[in-house]
């Protein structure tokens, strides 16, 4: 069976610092993969998704950046956290339909 | 510009009763998929329905879509404490893949 893993589940980072959150895929191949960010009490925007190795599309400008250095990898960085990058990131794949999302437990970040 | 609406922001029933819960898009769609996220946790699939289908069931979920009025609705049924969580409705708008999601309804069942 498929799953799915993001970490760290939590982070605290201070303004300015780098990010790098991980998020996994197993028991798949050749996924479609999605960063969204959730703002408290608020529905879901897609950052970035990806198609495949070293191929990502930005859906919105930002401070932030994704990878995908490998099949099942998918990487959301920053330089420098801003304290708008605060909120609840959540990694999402689908297989071959491209229909029904499977999401991440989540990571909760707080820039302070 | 946002796809999905979803009408209330917040409902709040008591165990037993119904709980109804309405989505708006804007734009032509293949799909449209209903997801719950109970707080602080990653969003679980509910059930989809497509662009040719006016109802479908799932246990005591039941959800309707009308194209002409580009509208959907979530109806679970004899809800449980369970239940509560935020519900959010998500779109495909012929975005090869993408969905855009609505702000979702915070369901509130109280036992």
């Known amino acids: 069976s498929q799953t799915i893993h993001q970490w760290p589940a939590t982070l605290v980072q201070p303004v300015g610092s780098p990010l790098s959150l991980e998020c996994t895929v197993e028991g798949t191949s050749n996924p479609n993969l999605y960063w969204y960010r959730q703002a408290a009490g608020r529905g879901l925007q897609l950052l970035f998704y990806s198609v495949g190795i070293g191929q990502i599309s930005s859906e919105v400008p930002q401070n932030l950046s994704a990878s995908r250095p490998q099949d099942r990898q998918f990487i959301l960085s920053s330089k420098k956290l801003l304290l708008s990058d605060s909120g609840f990131y959540l990694c999402a794949w689908t297989g071959s339909s491209q229909e029904t999302q499977y999401f991440g437990p989540g990571t909760r970040l707080l820039v302070l | 510009s946002q796809q999905g609406e979803e009408d209330p922001q917040a409902l709040s029933i008591q165990e037993g009763e119904n709980a109804t819960m309405n989505c708006s898009y804007k734009t032509s769609i293949n799909n449209l998929q209903w997801y719950r996220q109970n707080s602080g946790r990653g969003l679980v699939h509910l059930i989809l329905?497509?662009?040719?289908?006016r109802e479908k069931h799932s246990g005591r979920l039941r959800v309707t879509l009308d194209t002409s009025k580009k509208s959907s609705s979530l109806l679970i049924t004899a809800s449980r404490a369970a239940d509560t969580a935020s519900y959010f409705c998500a779109t495909d708008g012929n975005q090869g893949g993408k969905l855009i999601f609505g702000q979702g309804t915070e369901l509130s069942v109280k036992p």
């Open positions: 329905i497509r662009s040719n289908e």
